[in-house]
């Protein structure tokens, strides 16, 4: 388990400054389509920050009055959810978003360069933006599911990779949408800071044999001897 230091922004959310992020966790996997990108991120509580500075002499939120703006503006309604997941792998195994095939090589090297654009929204705009409808009306496996005021939707999400000492700062970007209240618009938007990210690497998933995710990993990466085995993943040297 990886554990990175970070915060997670909801803007004009009740916490302007955000919220820490207690756990993350970056993996990827490798399977007969290509290499994949996984993240799994844990907030703090929402309101930690409340309770330091209650401690500290600092104030209560005791008589504050919640401004309008409805739920998402609303403490309380924040507190009955206590704190965000935003992950690929906590409810299912197979979301995460590509990040080279055999057309478009992996190269590790180049990481730092990258920016990856995931679950595009159809429109720009923010208010009538939804996730895109496949044939039949059937709606799309997201690559990332959230919990947070409830089992929302999340999307439009721009990630950047910055590998440093010690692990990668990973800038993320994305939009959400209250599904859990009925709401399918993407009007909310979330920034993410994670520090000292340490990548789990590309671990073969269930029923893969080894020496074809090997070979699988030549197929998909423009350098494989970048990468040692280590149990079931490759992990960069």
Not at 75 to 82: D, L, Q, R, S, T
Not at 104 to 111: G, H, K
Not at 119 to 139: E, H, I, V
Not at 145 to 163: C, E, K, M, Q
């Amino acid at each position: 388990m990886t554990r990175s230091a970070g915060r997670i922004v909801f803007a004009d959310n009740p916490w302007p400054r955000g919220h820490r992020i207690e756990r993350a966790v970056w993996s990827g996997r490798i399977d007969d389509r290509g290499l994949w990108f996984d993240l799994h991120v844990e907030s703090a509580r929402y309101d930690e920050d409340d309770d330091v500075r209650a401690a500290a002499g600092d104030g209560s939120d005791e008589d504050v009055v919640d401004p309008p703006g409805g739920d998402w503006a609303a403490k309380a309604v924040w507190g009955n959810y206590h704190r965000c997941s935003l992950s690929s792998t906590k409810w299912r195994c197979d979301g995460g978003f590509l990040v080279g095939t055999a057309e478009q090589r992996f190269d590790w090297a180049d990481l730092a360069g990258q920016r990856f654009a995931v679950d595009p929204l159809p429109s720009t705009r923010a208010t009538t933006a939804q996730l895109p409808r496949a044939a039949g009306d059937d709606q799309p496996e997201p690559a990332f599911n959230i919990y947070l005021l409830g089992h929302d939707t999340v999307g439009g999400h721009r990630l950047r990779f910055t590998p440093g000492r010690g692990g990668a700062r990973i800038d993320w970007e994305a939009r959400i949408a209250l599904t859990y209240a009925g709401d399918q618009r993407f009007i909310h938007r979330l920034t993410a800071h994670i520090d000292a990210a340490r990548f789990e690497g590309f671990r073969a998933v269930d029923g893969l044999p080894p020496d074809v995710a090997s070979d699988l990993l030549a197929v998909f990466t423009t350098d494989p001897s970048v990468y040692r085995r280590r149990g079931t993943a490759f992990v960069p040297a």
